[in-house]
């Protein structure tokens, strides 16, 4: 997309968030008034950035640019505290996100041929429904399963001969672990490849999931605020997510500057062409980096890198900044073990402890405690060595740690009870 | 001779289940020991068919694993041990760990022997012909 016509997009943008009272005023403060206020990226970038908090409070409907008569359909993320930020989406927008999973799915080789089994949740969140457009765009067998009833799940998926799982990285893991337990062999399964997302993962996490599934398993990135998924989607060669050119990426460093291409920072995104829950500007808390170019796959703009971390996600330990996912990096790369953890954060006196419960593997259970400590000692040494936090790894039994059907829980931090 | 060997999360509160487990499986434990460290253990025992019985844990999602030993008998009077061993440690046995037991049956009693190396234990038993 050329200069030009990326202003031309963010001007329209820009003209249709005006016709919602709350951006009139925020843009007023910053001098533009109209469209055309916006001359050149730099009187962009002076638009104040739009947060969740934002959302929260024009809850439910209040940052809507159409009249109600023209939204057809509303989505709404959980908030874990307080009211949820709801949605809005015209007969146009649908048809848009169901184009842009489309064109992800493409991309992937996924043609009407393909059955794709949508395990993602159907409802207010947008990961069941996104997929499930998407595929019908594109002319491919959506089966509506949504998440949940892993029994259930793994009948369709053999009967029904699914070529494409779309859900969480975890709950694919879960469904591998339940295949193997329920006896079904990969030879009974015509699932060729995964779309997942909705939760950080690791790239050692990925080579899990493809091992124990035999399949190529793709990240899928969105957030109902911006559309939802499909925002940007990687490709088979695996080299970053594609960001669809319906949205204008920035990266920018904890105090709100942007940063040099391919530099970490928090994500930020505006809409365009979207008509009626347009978004200026708005905080992801993901924490990636973007490059801009082509790539064989005949995608040309920007990609981003796997988000692997969430600002919100952070835990701050004895003064660190520790992400879960640095965690599953550190010990999938050690081995001996299975891909589910639990992070317990504590505290002792005044001090934090950090204590991380793996599941042993029983191929490499050992007989000899001098060996189970020495994996144990391995996996503490090298989450310290990513983290510089002394830590403590528990071995317990496989199949102990709690599975997900949707988003893993991932840490239990005790400190706040004791607040 | 193959022993299980069987992980406990939690060395002391684990033990009780999976006992329990062996005694609905109706599995006569001849010899048992548990290694065990804060946090978790390594029960070892022996049984009848521990290929059967491994296979029965693991459905009960248990990690379990046949570890080959050496079962001796040990001559009951002063030193008994001590004179096996010697013996095998002349020869270039590495034990690292070992238990012993009286079976039920005739009273005798018996040490189990994990030893480093398969081979060399294998030679010095002939060797000594024990
Ligand atoms: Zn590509």
Redesign the interface.
């Known amino acids: 997309m050329s200069h030009e016509e990326l202003l031309k997009g963010l001007r329209k943008t820009v003209e249709q968030v005006l016709k919602a009272p709350y951006y009139k005023k925020k843009l007023a403060q910053v001098d533009i008034h109209y469209p055309h206020d916006i001359k050149k990226l730099d009187d962009f970038w002076k638009i104040p950035l739009t947060e969740k908090e934002d959302l929260r409070q024009n809850y439910p409907f209040g940052l809507f640019a159409e009249p109600m008569e023209k939204i057809v359909r509303v989505h709404a993320s959980s908030g874990t505290t307080g009211k949820p930020t709801v949605v809005g989406y015209t007969r146009d927008d649908i048809k848009l996100w169901a184009k842009i999973v489309a064109n992800g799915l493409r991309r992937i080789g996924v043609t009407s041929n393909d059955v794709v089994q949508v395990a993602y949740g159907y409802g207010l969140f947008t990961g069941g429904m996104g997929l499930h457009y998407g595929c019908e765009e594109l002319g491919a067998l959506a089966i509506p399963i949504s998440g949940g009833n892993t029994q259930r799940q793994l009948m369709i998926m053999r009967d029904f001969g699914s070529t494409v799982l779309c859900c969480t990285p975890s709950y694919a893991l879960y469904l591998a672990e339940s295949l193997e337990e329920a006896g079904i062999s990969r030879d009974e399964l015509k699932l060729r490849v995964g779309v997942f997302g909705a939760e950080p993962w690791t790239d050692q996490m990925r080579d899990e999931i493809e091992a124990r599934l035999g399949i190529r398993a793709v990240d899928i990135y969105g957030l109902s605020e911006i559309m939802g998924p499909g925002v940007s989607m990687e490709c088979l060669k695996g080299e970053g997510l594609h960001i669809d050119e319906h949205f204008y990426p920035e990266i920018l460093d904890k105090d709100g500057n942007p940063v040099p291409e391919g530099t970490d920072g928090e994500l930020v995104l505006t809409s365009i062409d979207k008509k009626g829950f347009p978004v200026l500007r708005y905080r992801t808390k993901d924490l990636t980096s973007i490059s801009y170019g082509q790539c064989v796959c005949g995608h040309h703009g920007w990609t981003m890198k796997r988000v692997s971390a969430r600002v919100d996600d952070m835990l701050i330990i004895r003064g660190v900044n520790v992400f879960p996912s640095q965690v599953e990096e550190a010990i999938l790369t050690v081995g001996g073990i299975e891909p589910h953890y639990l992070i317990i954060v504590d505290r002792e006196g005044n001090l934090d402890s950090m204590e991380v419960l793996v599941e042993?593997s029983?191929d490499s259970?050992?007989?000899?405690?001098r060996q189970?400590?020495e994996l144990q000692e391995s996996l503490e040494e090298k989450i310290e060595d990513i983290l510089g936090l002394t830590v403590k790894v528990?071995?317990?039994?496989?199949?102990?740690i709690t599975r997900s059907e949707g988003k893993a829980k991932r840490v239990i931090d005790k400190r706040q009870e004791k607040l | 001779m193959q022993q299980l060997s069987i992980f406990l999360e939690n060395a002391k509160g684990r033990l009780a289940q999976v006992l329990n487990i062996l005694a609905e499986l109706g599995v006569n434990i001849r010899a048992l020991s548990l290694a065990d460290t804060k946090d978790y253990g390594v029960l070892r025992i022996i049984v009848e068919d521990a290929e059967k019985v491994a296979a029965d844990l693991k459905e009960r999602n248990c990690v379990v694993k046949l570890t080959p030993v050496w079962v001796l008998k040990v001559a009951d009077a002063t030193g008994g041990l001590a004179e096996i061993l010697n013996k095998l440690v002349a020869e270039g046995v590495i034990v690292e760990y070992m238990y012993a037991f009286v079976e039920k049956a005739n009273e005798q009693a018996q040490v189990v022997l994990r030893v480093r190396d398969e081979e060399i234990m294998k030679a010095a038993m002939e060797k000594l012909g024990l």
């Open positions: 042993l029983a259970f050992t007989d000899e405690i189970l400590e528990r071995l317990v039994e496989p199949k102990s």
